[in-house]
Nanobody, 117 residues
Framework: QVQLVESGGGLVQPGGSLRLSCAASGIRFRLYTMGWYRQVPGKQRELVAR???????NYEDSVKGRFTISRDNVKNSVYLQMNSLKAEDTAVYYCNRYTGGGPGFNWGQGTQVTVSS
């Protein structure tokens, strides 16, 4: 059974930093390109960053230079280091396999990130 468990969210002031973690189980983690997604109420979930099996990374334009995605195939985990946070980064953040639009694994519970003074 696939399980994705996100953690590390919280309340942070603008300009602050957070590091999100996602622990995966029930999958051969190293075989999948993984992504971090975020969703705000009333909007579709959007891809923020992805990392390939070989470690290549891609970022959504609004987070380039501020966010860094990484993975640890031994710990079956993917991370998102978020720096210089802005109010518009406020969302629930999720991890999942990157499929380019097709269905991924069942979504986890996500982790709430709130950027506010």
């Amino acid at each position: 059974q696939v399980q994705l468990v996100e953690s590390g969210g919280g309340l942070v002031q603008p300009g602050g930093s957070l590091r999100l973690s996602c622990a995966a189980s029930g999958i051969r983690f190293r075989l999948y390109t993984m992504g971090w997604y975020r969703q705000v109420p009333g909007k579709q979930r959007e891809l923020v960053a992805r990392i390939s099996t070989g470690g290549s990374t891609n970022y959504e334009d609004s987070v380039k230079g501020r966010f860094t995605i990484s993975r640890d195939n031994v710990k079956n985990s993917v991370y998102l280091q978020m720096n210089s946070l802005k109010a518009e980064d406020t969302a629930v953040y999720y991890c999942n396999r990157y499929t380019g639009g097709g269905p991924g694994f069942n979504w986890g519970q996500g982790t709430q990130v709130t950027v506010s003074s």
